[in-house]
């Protein structure tokens, strides 16, 4: 019989309500914006110190309320990941994109070839 930590519930209580602000700026950021990329940073490390934090504890098994929470954690989880997927996907198209044009331009816009000046052999 696992014996409750209150403590290390309230951890995974913490750990769980990151992981929803998590989730909840995938669903609203503009990655195009450095800002809420830096957020993101910010999350994630505050998420790794809630899990230093409880690693640190003792490893009991789980009781039924800390499975609960941590299965919520999952399933948050689950569907951040699969948003910065779908992200990540968006930007290798537009980067895609984006290097296509440069190779078309560069192609119908070849670089300035010198057609005058002088060259001088030095050596005799």
Not at 50 to 61: G, H
Request: a negative charge.
């Amino acid at each position: 019989m696992a014996i409750s930590n209150p403590e290390r519930l309230e951890l995974y209580n913490k750990l769980l309500a990151a992981a929803k602000k998590q989730l909840q700026l995938c669903k609203s950021a503009d990655w195009e914006q450095e800002d809420a990329q830096q957020r993101l940073l910010e999350l994630i490390e505050h998420r790794q110190a809630l899990i230093e934090q409880i690693s640190v504890l003792d490893q009991e098994p789980l009781t039924s309320n800390e499975r609960q929470v941590v299965e919520e954690i999952l399933a948050v989880d689950e569907q951040t990941a699969k948003m910065m997927a779908s992200f990540k996907d968006q930007f290798a198209r537009k980067l895609k994109h984006v290097r296509q044009g440069m190779r078309t331009t560069k192609a119908y816009n070849p670089e300035a070839v010198q057609t005058e000046g002088y060259f001088i052999d030095r050596r005799e």
